[in-house]
Nanobody
Framework: QVQLVESGGGLVQAGGSLRLSCAAS????????MGWYRQAPGNQRELVASITSDGSTNYADSVKGRFTISRDNAKNTVYLQMNSLKPEDTAVYYC???????????????WGQGTQVTVSS
């Protein structure tokens, strides 16, 4: 079993910053990619940013230059630093991780429960 627990969401004014964290725990042998997605009411879940095990990153065009994804492999944790927040960034943010568990021969995607980010204008 693998658990992903997000933290750091909340209410912030436009132009402000938040830092999200997502810690993976459980029977983890190794983690490949990790990422952040978001889903606003009435919208589909969309990729915000992703990071590979060697640190290569990818961002949605809407957040480039404002958000930074990073990870601490020793802590099995991924972060999302969000600066210059806009009301349109309001959504539930989910982390995911591609995990190989002990006694498993393959990787499997795991998801966190989500954390609400609300940006007021």
């Amino acid at each position: 079993q693998v658990q992903l627990v997000e933290s750091g969401g909340g209410l912030v004014q436009a132009g402000g910053s938040l830092r999200l964290s997502c810690a993976a725990s459980g029977s983890i042998r190794s983690i490949n990619g990790m990422g952040w997605y978001r889903q606003a009411p009435g919208n589909q879940r969309e990729l915000v940013a992703s990071i590979t095990s060697d640190g290569s990153t990818n961002y949605a065009d809407s957040v480039k230059g404002r958000f930074t994804i990073s990870r601490d492999n020793a802590k099995n944790t991924v972060y999302l630093q969000m600066n210059s927040l806009k009301p349109e960034d309001t959504a539930v943010y989910y982390c995911n991780a591609l995990v190989k568990e002990y006694y498993s021969v393959s990787y499997r995607w795991n998801w966190g429960q989500g954390t609400q980010v609300t940006v007021s204008s």
